[in-house]
């Protein structure tokens, strides 16, 4: 299908202002959809304007709006309190395609605050986008319940602000749901869900089938999880998401034998458990190529003999050995004021 802008009337009413053809070319994919939106607020009020307007404009903090503009200012786009960035050197045509193949730097993550909604943001946000509208009432049925306003702002944020489909965002209601079922005690709350959305986005989940093989993996670190805290003796409790990915990596790594092989060392060697000392073993072990428990017993062997007295140098005798001299004979020999000989 092609598009077409339409020339007259509606979104022309206002007025317009020129944009670089390189956002289009070049930053489309560069710059995040917020730094996109910023230099657009910028380009329409004449080339200049504060942290404070663009955060206003966006629903965002000041201080997210200057993090925003530090990646146009690192290319040399904008500038700030009207100090110039210095121009880069002149690069030969030969050096410029060179570069241009290198592979480019990665993009600094910007963190930035979801806006906050008040309740005639959400009815507006629903009436907008009926897909909006369609997932609070889903989400209630997922829920079995109302929905507070809380959770309310996070869904409409999910989509509006992260750009999560609506089907995701039900599937990852349906896992939280199935974790507050199972812990009654320790139920998650909005911030739990937010957190999962945050990593989904930066772990790149944009469709269904990716949601779901989250959603198995999610599953299998609970399930080792259950098993790791069985055998460190640790009561029983619910991970955390970075817990959880611990135990993932673990099991990318090793088999539960040699899981098992790092909880007991950790046993060993400290007074309560210690999933973070397990985790440590762990590492040092893939670094060191240790796969088996063969492996682990050449190891600890090692180390035992690095611990061991070392054998005396020639001509002195080790410490915990029969001493060279008679001492019996030295104490008779100084009663005798008899000469001694070493």
């Given at each position: 299908m092609?598009?077409?802008i339409v020339p007259i009337g509606g979104i022309w009413n206002s007025g317009s202002f020129n944009v670089p053809l390189a956002l289009s070319d070049k930053y489309i994919k560069l710059a995040s959809e917020y730094q996109l939106k910023a230099l657009l607020i910028i380009l329409s009020t004449n080339g200049r304007n504060s942290s404070g307007e663009i955060a206003k404009r966006l629903g965002i903090t000041a201080a997210d709006a200057e993090e925003l503009m530090e990646f146009w200012i690192s290319e040399k786009v904008v500038s700030a309190d009207?100090?110039?960035?210095a121009a880069p050197p002149a690069a030969c045509p030969v050096q410029a395609e060179t570069d241009e193949k290198k592979t480019a730097a990665p993009i600094k993550k910007i963190q930035i605050t979801a806006p906050v909604l008040t309740p005639k943001d959400i009815v507006a946000a629903a009436q907008e986008n009926p897909e909006i509208a369609e997932l609070l009432n889903e989400a209630q049925i997922v829920l079995g319940r109302t929905l507070s306003h809380n959770e309310r702002e996070m869904l409409v944020n999910m989509v509006d602000f992260y750009g999560m489909k609506t089907e995701i965002v039900l599937m990852i209601l349906q896992y939280w749901r199935s974790v507050n079922e199972k812990e009654h005690s320790r139920a998650k709350g909005v911030a739990y869900v937010l957190k999962i959305a945050q990593n989904w986005m930066e772990e790149g989940i944009q469709t269904i089938e990716d949601a779901e093989e989250k959603l198995k993996s999610l599953e299998k670190g609970d399930r080792l999880w259950a098993e790791i805290?069985?055998?460190a003796g640790i009561s029983h409790k619910k991970p955390t998401l970075k817990q959880s990915e611990m135990v993932l990596e673990w099991s990318r790594n090793f088999s539960i034998e040699m899981i098992s092989c790092a909880i007991e060392q950790m046993r060993e060697n400290t007074a309560s458990p210690s999933l973070p000392y397990?985790?440590?073993?762990?590492?040092?072990?893939?670094?060191?190529?240790?796969?088996?428990?063969?492996?682990v017993a050449v190891e600890k062997e090692r180390f035992e003999k690095s611990k061991a007295p070392k054998q005396a140098v020639k001509g002195y005798d080790r410490i915990d050995g029969e001493p060279s001299y008679n001492l019996n004979k030295i104490i008779e020999n100084a009663r005798n004021n008899t000469e001694i000989k070493y």
């Open positions: 092609d598009y077409s009207g100090i110039l960035p805290i069985s055998l397990v985790n440590k073993i762990l590492k040092q072990w893939k670094k060191n190529g240790i796969k088996t428990p063969a492996d």
